[in-house]
């Protein structure tokens, strides 16, 4: 009788413990459902668009850029950029007369300053084997180049509202990188070179007419994406 009391007891004990569900796999079979966000690559390219401000230091002083960045695919962009700066000659000098202080440059005769507008493609290298905080990339571009020159010796008022615009075609090309993972917002620099030749000479000393604006830059590069 004991025996049959036993073995009736560890039926229903192996009965109960069957039915119940495996408590130890239901997390798993819940959360194998839910997709997987990789949080350790952020996607810098969600937003197609940036516009941004290109600071510039080359061998004739300071520019100034505006560009627009709009991306074709993961890794070609088309770009627009507009940027204004000052050419020199190669042998200019500057003074500063020590009885005004001001600064001149002798035989100058006209202040040129230069202003190309590129159209151009933008290629982003080793996507896939470099991490997304350092973006490198190389672009190129053509467009239409204005010149400005006007009156070295007049005040500037004056000088501007008697200056003559030149124009013609340039090109450019250089290299650059991006840094950081803000999906909102780019920073980088880049190196430029810019081809910029003009059909007839312009004078910038007296007598010594230049034929080509060509130019080198490195450009610090802020702007917003959306």
Known sequence: MRN????????????AFAGQPDVAARPDSLYSSLPVRNISRPDTNLKPNALGLDLMIGNSGFGLGFSYIHALSSTLSWTLTLTASEAKAPNEIDYIDPFTGQKFVPGKINQLFVFPAMIGLQYRLFKD??????????????????????PYDQPLGYSFSHGKGYFGMGAYFGAGAYFGLDPHSLMGVSLRYYVLPMSHGI?????EPMANFNTFFIAFNIATQY
């Not at 049959?4 to 009965?15: D, F, G, N, P």
């Not at 490198?136 to 400005?148: E, I, T």
């Open 203 to 207: 004078e910038s000393m007296q007598n």
């Open 129 to 150: 084997q470099i991490t997304d905080s350092f973006r490198p990339y190389v672009f190129a571009g053509l467009g239409p180049n204005a010149v400005f020159a006007a």
């Open 4 to 15: 049959l009391t036993v073995l009736i007891v560890l039926a229903l004990t192996t009965t």
